[in-house]
């Protein structure tokens, strides 16, 4: 995957249910779209997910139906795992979100697993200021909370919080972090591997929306 500059605009396409660039000014992305089976929406089974009521994550191999993840409750947002109603929610604001949004938990009602092999298009390594040094594996279509604001990375200038796609984000959206703060996207990156990497994918609920690696991501 490739960026290039870094000023874009984005308006609501009610036919694809997602955000796209409509007024892209000097930059470019370029790269293969993912078509690959499997589910397209899930996290490296080493990714650490953020557990209620400890400072420490466990990995995603590592969880199990019932346990109690640390999770949100977004003003507004659609109780629903339908990605055409909850990709419609937005808001509209500087960066700071934390009025929008109240910590919660939630228990994992089912685990999905699948493999993919090194070859497979689809798997991205995202990198981000969470306090960690390792990257996040992820697959291309696992929307996280992501703010799109100005070209200048100013936090206090209008923006826009939503659901993106891991394939999507740009390098100048904002995260979500646990303690309610943007937090900056070092670099995301095609993954290319050497081995074939697991990946989960939870059911939440009540709270549709968990932590992974300290980062805010859905169902």
């Known amino acids: 995957m490739k960026w290039i500059n870094t000023k874009v605009e984005f308006a609501w396409d009610s036919k694809k249910q997602k955000y796209v660039e409509t007024d892209v000014q000097g930059y470019h992305y370029s790269g293969p779209i ?83 092999a090194p070859a497979d298009a689809g798997m991205y390594s995202l990198v981000c200021e969470n306090g960690r040094t390792d990257d996040i594996l992820v697959t291309e279509a696992h929307p996280l909370l992501v703010w799109s604001g100005s070209a200048d990375g100013n936090v206090t200038g209008s923006g826009i919080w939503y659901f993106e796609y891991a394939e999507d984000i740009h390098p100048d959206f904002k995260l979500l972090s646990s303690s309610l703060e943007p937090i900056d996207i070092t670099s995301i990156t095609e993954f290319t591997g050497s081995v074939t990497q ?22």
Not at 206 to 211: E, R
């Open 34 to 116: 993912a078509q690959c089976g499997g589910p397209t929406e899930s996290f490296g089974a080493g990714e650490l997910v953020s557990i209620s009521g400890s400072l420490e994550g466990i990995s995603h191999a590592s969880m199990s139906v019932g346990d109690v993840l640390l999770s949100a409750n977004i003003t507004g947002l659609p109780d629903t795992d339908v990605a055409s109603e909850y990709l419609l929610w937005n808001y509209t604001g500087s960066a700071g979100i934390s009025s929008q949004v109240t910590l919660a938990t939630s228990s994992v009602e089912s685990i999905t697993t699948h493999s993919r």
């Open 198 to 219: 697991s990946f989960f994918r939870f059911d939440v609920e009540p709270y549709d929306v968990y932590f992974v690696e300290g980062i805010l991501v859905h169902n």
